[in-house]
DNA sequence: CTGAAAGCGCTTACAG
DNA sequence: CTGAAAGCGCTTACAG
């Protein structure tokens, strides 16, 4: 009986034989006598020999595994994207590791090290809320590790990056209820430091424009950290006030749900008396019946790791870091479509 | 410039010292001349160094790393056991590795291999609604490797495992509805393979008994993949039927969200005319007003690799496996409160 | 206080 | 067709 996983010394011993033979019956090498290569394969089977990955990375001097540092693993949208990273990766013999910031600057920091340390042959990086100093990134890149950012676009640093078109996607939201006839239509905006909402912020004002309809500042609100609750507050508030309102475009589901509730408690009809669409980051929008804008984050795990293969491929350091821009796109459900 | 990180030999040559003079400064042995030590920490922080992870697993026979294999990580109650199970790891200084089985046996398979080749010191791992034949699991066993199953328990092997109380869930669940004054109460019922489904149908008619209240075969009805649509659909079905009904006890939220949608849309009021809970798969259910019983999947992770942790530092085999089975609590809302 | 050597599991260029 | 040796990065018992 022994005790932990055979190795190919165990078999080599009980056949007396060398280990370098045993490694090449095992790989099917050529020049190996086939009664060698079958005693050598049937010990391996019999006892369960599976090679081991540590000793194998030490060797190459590759883990194949890429490290993924996401801020929230438990979220609709990351856990979505971390889906299709897992899927394409694993399709080409990759491995990934998962490390969560929970969105603070310290903890991303601690994250790279780690997945540094345990020699990941690439880093997939969607950055903290927090972060705004980049030194731990660069010190990546100033090494050679072929990094890919996703999701949100990191300014000051030129890298490889896969983003969905969050200003199409706003545009297109807000176009959609001006379609549904909405004449004061609401923006629930993100917090101010992050690219994505700023880049929402100017779909929904471009869509106004383009329509030459007035942009009113106190329809423009912030909310800071995207629950329901903060968004229904400030939502409840705003109908309060008395504003003519009947579109809402919120920077996230979650803001989106919260006005449907303000509403709906306020006596309002959706979508007749107020047409409201989100941003899917929760997507469970479709539970629902919440008309949002669909950020394929499978596609864009995939393609995150479409592009961390070629970084690894190419050699030459003077390939170019390019932003892969993935289409958003809307889908109209119940609470904003009034036209059958 | 040099290319990849530095190890421990570039250090040693830029200093004309041994490799082992450097690696015991940087642990800060006892017995290093401070002016060594200090030569050794600058230069290591100059360069960044990191200690290879992979080399430490192979030398130290410990990866410090444990695999979970798990159906979906798409998926709330999921997903936030992997939360748990990766703080209460990071918290000892583990790693986790995480491989989806898509509820596939061979994937199942598959994914034990990888993490077993990889040398994790542990497994914990929620079996695939597939899985029947567990020779892939005993093999993992009787390697001497630590198991602990968790949220699907598994009948045939004495392992530990850590379980929600489902029967005690469903009990619940069920009495509550009969104390909103609900004299019909339907059961959708998961998949008949799994040990839960048939934990929570058990709950159900216990409940129904212990209230002198009749079991009618006609009112429970196996939802075969658990989705809304097909829960909507069967319900509906039902409905039409002309049977009486004014409860529902979901085997997961989704289904309730199915009962939920086909009572509407039959012109039921919810909860007066029929009162629904769930069971929270999901989790959602706070964002819709759906009552539900909540498993707690966070501190499931944790506590599940609390166990592994324990069948890590128990050298004897001797050590009983035991079975963890934590409270499930109903946690009533819109969906089925009647009185105020 | 410091170094040479051996070993974790594996592979492969070099001999034979 | 097979084996001995070296090396991936690190640590540590053994010498000095």
């Known amino acids: 009986m022994r005790s932990g996983q055979v190795t190919i010394k165990d ?4 056949l007396n034989i060398s280990c370098s033979t045993v490694s090449r019956a095992l790989k099917d090498f050529p020049g190996i ?20 990955a540590i000793a194998l990375s030490l060797r190459n001097q590759k883990t194949n595994t890429i490290g993924v540092v996401i801020p929230e693993t438990v ?9 299709g990273i897992e899927d394409e ?9 998962i490390c969560q910031s929970r969105e603070s600057y310290e903890r991303e920091a601690d994250c790279i090290d780690t997945l540094m340390g345990a020699r990941v042959d690439g880093l997939l990086v969607s950055i903290s809320r927090e972060t705004s100093d980049l030194a731990h990134l660069q010190k990546v890149v100033s090494e050679g590790k072929p990094l890919v950012f996703f999701d949100r676009l990191v300014e000051g640093m030129n890298a490889t990056s896969v983003v969905v078109d969050d200003y199409q996607g706003a545009y297109d939201a807000t176009k959609h209820l001006i379609d549904q006839g909405c004449k004061h239509i609401v923006h629930l905006e993100g917090p101010d430091n992050l690219i994505i909402s700023r880049k929402r912020k100017e779909g929904y004002i471009s869509a106004l424009e383009d329509h030459e309809m007035p942009i009113d500042e106190g329809l423009i609100i912030e909310c800071r950290d995207g629950s329901e609750a903060e968004a229904a507050k400030l939502f409840q508030h705003l109908l309060e006030s008395g504003a003519a309102i009947d579109g809402v475009f919120a920077n996230n589901d979650m803001a989106a749900l919260g006005a449907l509730q303000a509403s709906k408690s306020s006596g309002l009809k959706v979508p007749e008396d107020i047409a409201i669409i989100g941003f899917s980051n929760w997507q469970f929008s479709s539970l629902i019946d919440l008309s949002s804008v669909e950020q394929h984050g499978y596609e864009m795990g995939r393609e995150a790791v479409r592009l961390m293969f070629q970084e690894i491929a190419n050699e030459d350091e003077s390939a ?3 932003i892969r821009i993935l289409d958003a796109e809307i889908v109209p459900r119940g609470s904003s479509s009034r036209i059958a």
Chains 1, 2 share one sequence.
């Open 11 to 14: 078999i080599a011993k009980e």
């Open 33 to 52: 006598s086939p009664t060698t290569k079958k005693s050598v394969v049937d010990l391996a089977n019999k006892y369960n020999y599976r090679p081991n």
């Open 75 to 83: 979220h609709f949208f990351f856990s979505t994207v971390i889906s």
């Open 89 to 97: 990766a694993m399709s080409e013999g990759y491995n990934v590791m």
């Open 320 to 322: 170019k870091s390019q």
